[in-house]
């Protein structure tokens, strides 16, 4: 592969929010693909309080920081699993949540990440889409979200939302190309022996769940 030019200027902070039950591969996905760009992107994992952060599937990712000590980050991402059916319940996380969405230029979900978002009320009236086989349960976290069923993913001004799980790394990618250029992405994509789909309209698992 070709060398990347170096960047200008200082490295954007991508802060991952992590909670109790999450989806691996919601945060390891896209993070392996922004994690080939660490001279461009410096990655912080940001939960409840800093440490250990058990997933759905077992094994822990360690958040770096407190909500409460985060910085200021250029973009910010929320994923989903299991976990989420819980976190919407959590006046605390929610406030902490909401608080660095607000402040952030760029704000990415994965899953039923975009349910967490619904909850805050910050995407009324923004087209967002969501985890196929969770859909009823992610769209009644917001009713006046513009729910999009049939998308791999979709980009509503700072927003960008992903469907379930293994399109986050699709939507991740996108997200390069937007910041990036479209090359950059494709360098990123082949660094990971990834095959990516760059059509955010090709989603066949929204017929396969009846949407």
């Known amino acids: 592969l070709p060398p990347v030019p170096a960047p200008p200027g ?3 902070k991508l802060g991952m929010v992590l909670f109790e039950e999450f989806e691996l591969l919601d945060v390891f996905g ?5 994690g080939m760009l660490k001279d461009r992107i410096e990655i912080i994992m940001v939960a409840d309080k800093a440490g250990p952060v058990k997933s759905g599937a077992g094994p822990a990712a360690m958040a770096d920081i407190s909500f409460t000590d985060a910085p200021k980050l250029d973009i910010v991402m ?3 699993g299991i976990g989420t059916r819980r976190m919407v319940k959590s006046p605390a996380f929610m406030d902490a949540v909401k608080a660095l969405v607000q ?3 760029q704000v990415a979900t994965i899953c039923t990440g975009s349910a ?3 909850k805050t009320g910050l995407i009324d009236g923004v087209k967002t889409t969501s985890n196929k086989m969770a859909w009823k349960w992610a769209t ?3 009713a006046k979200v513009q729910w999009i069923p049939h998308a791999r993913w979709v980009e509503d001004g700072k927003y960008i939302s992903s469907s379930g799980i293994s399109a986050g790394t699709d939507m991740a990618l996108d997200l390069i190309a937007k910041m990036y250029g479209r090359q950059m992405a494709r360098w990123v994509a082949q660094r990971a022996e990834y095959r990516w789909n760059e059509d955010a309209g090709d989603d066949p698992f929204a017929a396969m769940n009846g949407l």
């Open 116 to 118: 967490v978002l619904a």
């Open 10 to 12: 200082p490295r954007k």
């Open 140 to 142: 009644a976290q917001g």
């Open 78 to 80: 929320i994923p989903g």
């Open 103 to 105: 402040d952030a230029p």
């Open 30 to 34: 896209p993070l392996e693909m922004f």
